[in-house]
């Protein structure tokens, strides 16, 4: 019998405040984004939330139209320009989302359980 708090394979999980490793999925889960347009975005592979965006020196890529994320890998955030909006589906049964790049754009954090479907870019 397990103690609780216990995972199999011994690992235990990070307590609050405790700062874990970039990178990586969750359980399988990983972050992942799909481009449904024709306009290009930018993703990037790891998050650091010190800087509100990827982390300096983390792979980046353009997804163009139909093009998603490596699947199986942990990509972190994509980018929405500068006076543009970026609206989709947060996972495949379709939780709305609009995000606004503002003045000067803005990175949007995508969590390992998330998978985002941009579906219309107006700028």
């Not at 700062?19 to 290009?40: K, Q």
């Not at 947060?90 to 803005?106: L, V």
């Amino acid at each position: 019998m397990l103690a609780m708090g216990t995972l199999v394979g011994g690992a235990l999980p990070a307590s609050a405040g405790t700062v874990t490793p970039r990178g990586g999925c969750t359980a399988g889960l990983c972050s992942e984004t799909t481009n449904e347009t024709s306009h290009p975005v930018t993703v990037a592979k790891d998050w650091c939330a010190s800087a509100h965006g990827p982390c300096h020196g983390t792979p980046r890529r353009t997804l163009r139209k139909n093009q998603t994320t490596p699947h199986g890998q942990d990509w972190d955030v994509f980018y929405v320009n500068a006076h543009c909006t970026y609206r989709g589906q947060r996972h495949s049964w379709g939780i709305s989302f609009t995000e606004r790049g503002g003045s000067h754009g803005k990175w949007v954090q995508v969590h390992n359980d998330q998978h985002y479907y941009i579906k219309q870019v107006t700028c």
